[in-house]
T-cell receptor, first 112, second 113 residues
Framework: RKEVEQDPGPFNVPEGATVAFNCTYS??????FFWYRQDCRKEPKLLMSVYSSGNEDGRFTAQLNRASQYISLLIRDSKLSDSATYLCVVLPLSGGYNKLIFGAGTRLAVHP | EAQVTQNPRYLITVTGKKLTVTCSQN?????MSWYRQDPGLGLRQIYYSMNVEVTDKGDVPEGYKVSRKEKRNFPLILESPSPNQTSLYFC????????????FGQGTRLTVV
């Protein structure tokens, strides 16, 4: 079983739609969680961290469910520019240093 | 400007011909790592380094070497490349603790024929 699992998609949605991605992780001791965005053939970039209480950044909302070991990302009012691959990233409790574990990504395609 | 710089961006080489992909960061980060990205498999860590002269294997280290003689540089060495090492490679750096945002280089697309 992969340490971090995501639905690869693609999710094809019209502009203005609301779309949600989920991600599950296997290590219950994981301590930090993130969503990264990767445009086609480009490097991943941090989109947002995921906090236990849930957090929002504009049209993006991230939530964490430790009991069920999943993380979600909600995008409201989708824009064409949101088309990208979204990577779920987990930091396991492993010596306290930054060994990030990446999911394979969920591809989003927003169409007019 | 804070950045991670990889070179080359694109490389086509032949089996067995040694090559080095360079990576340099200007953020004084302690932690640097190399990943390869293949379709359906996501980013897999090859090697990482927690500081100068401290390196360790990641999840897929076979066929690769690294060195960390200076804090800013972390080259990836393929002593005898094989076609199964054809992939997209990313170098990343971050602080070793605290802020855990990882900054990535622009990637190196390697083809081994």
């Amino acid at each position: 079983r992969k340490e971090v699992e995501q639905d690869p998609g693609p999710f094809n949605v019209p502009e203005g739609a609301t779309v949600a991605f989920n991600c599950t992780y296997s290590n219950s001791a994981s301590q930090s969680f993130f969503w990264y965005r990767q445009d086609c053939r480009k490097e991943p970039k941090l989109l947002m961290s995921v906090y236990s209480s849930g957090n929002e950044d504009g049209r993006f909302t991230a939530q964490l469910n430790r009991a069920s070991q999943y993380i979600s990302l909600l995008i409201r009012d989708s824009k064409l520019s949101d088309s990208a691959t979204y990577l779920c990233v987990v930091l396991p409790l492993s010596g306290g240093y930054n060994k990030l574990i990446f999911g394979a990504g969920t591809r989003l395609a927003v169409h007019p | 400007e804070a950045q991670v710089t990889q070179n080359p961006r694109y490389l086509i080489t032949v089996t067995g011909k040694k090559l080095t992909v360079t990576c340099s960061q200007n953020m004084n980060h302690e932690y640097m790592s190399w990943y390869r990205q293949d379709p359906g498999l996501g980013l897999r860590q090859i090697y990482y380094s927690m500081n100068v002269e401290v390196t360790d294997k990641g999840d897929v280290p076979e066929g690769y070497k690294v060195s960390r003689k200076e804090k800013r540089n972390f080259p990836l060495i393929l002593e005898s490349p094989s076609p199964n090492q054809t992939s997209l490679y990313f170098c990343a750096s971050s602080r070793i603790q605290g802020s855990t945002e990882a900054f990535f280089g622009q990637g190196t697309r390697l083809t081994v024929v």
